[in-house]
């Protein structure tokens, strides 16, 4: 199959951001727009939510620790498990 070009505007930071993130993760930005293309083909979606609710700053914050790991409470194998942690003195 043949290729083609696609041009996309963005603004200035947004492409280095983007370019940024792609190079940590080992794609091309070409790559990443494939990738994004062929999932939209295949699955006749836009593959993430749309929406024009933005979450306020404590929410946030909430997702970036909860991204990060910070505040979360430790993982349990069972009901028995979690039981014993939370009746335990401290």
């Not at 792609?22 to 929406?51: D, M, W, Y």
């Not at 993982?75 to 335990?88: K, P, Q, R």
């Amino acid at each position: 199959m043949g290729q083609t070009n696609v041009n996309i505007r963005m603004d200035e930071a947004t492409k280095i951001a983007f370019d940024k993130f792609c190079q940590e993760i080992g794609l091309s930005v070409s790559a990443a727009f494939n990738i994004f293309a062929k999932t939209v083909v295949r699955e006749q979606r836009i593959p993430f939510e749309l929406t024009t609710e933005v979450p306020n700053e404590v929410t946030r914050r909430a997702i970036e620790n909860a991204r990060n790991g910070i505040g979360l409470s430790k993982g349990f194998h069972s009901v028995s498990e979690l039981m014993e942690d939370l009746y335990a003195d401290d």
